[in-house]
Nanobody, 124 residues
């Protein structure tokens, strides 16, 4: 059974940091693009960051550039999202996804595997 399990969410004050992790099991995703999406209440799921299989190619939403860093450890089948300088508008449920493409894509419809999400709340 393929599973993606996110962790690391929580409540943090504006300006603070969090590191999200997503551990995959059931198959190896070393050739997949891995990404972090988020979904706030009443909004569509949006891609925050994505990284290709080698880690050399990344995508960042404009809202994440300069504040968030995506990375992966293929030996651990894990992808991370380091989030710094958090803002109240970053509040959302964060999901990791896996896409069989070899280059980062930002549309949710390309991602065939999803985790259950981890909630991030940033207080002002």
């Amino acid at each position: 059974q393929v599973r993606l399990v996110e962790s690391g969410g929580g409540l943090v004050q504006a300006g603070g940091s969090l590191r999200l992790s997503c551990a995959a099991s059931g198959r190896t995703f070393s050739t997949y693009t891995l990404a972090w999406f988020r979904q706030a209440p009443g909004k569509e799921r949006e891609c925050v960051a994505a990284v290709n299989w080698s880690g050399r190619n990344t995508y960042y939403a404009d809202s994440a550039k300069g504040r968030f860093t995506i990375s992966r450890d293929n030996a651990k089948n894990t992808v991370y999202l380091q989030m710094n300088s958090l803002k109240p508008e970053d509040t959302a449920v964060y999901y990791c996804g896996a896409d069989a493409s070899s280059f980062p894509r930002s549309l949710a419809r390309y991602y065939g595997y999803w985790g259950q999400g981890t909630r991030v709340t940033v207080s002002s």
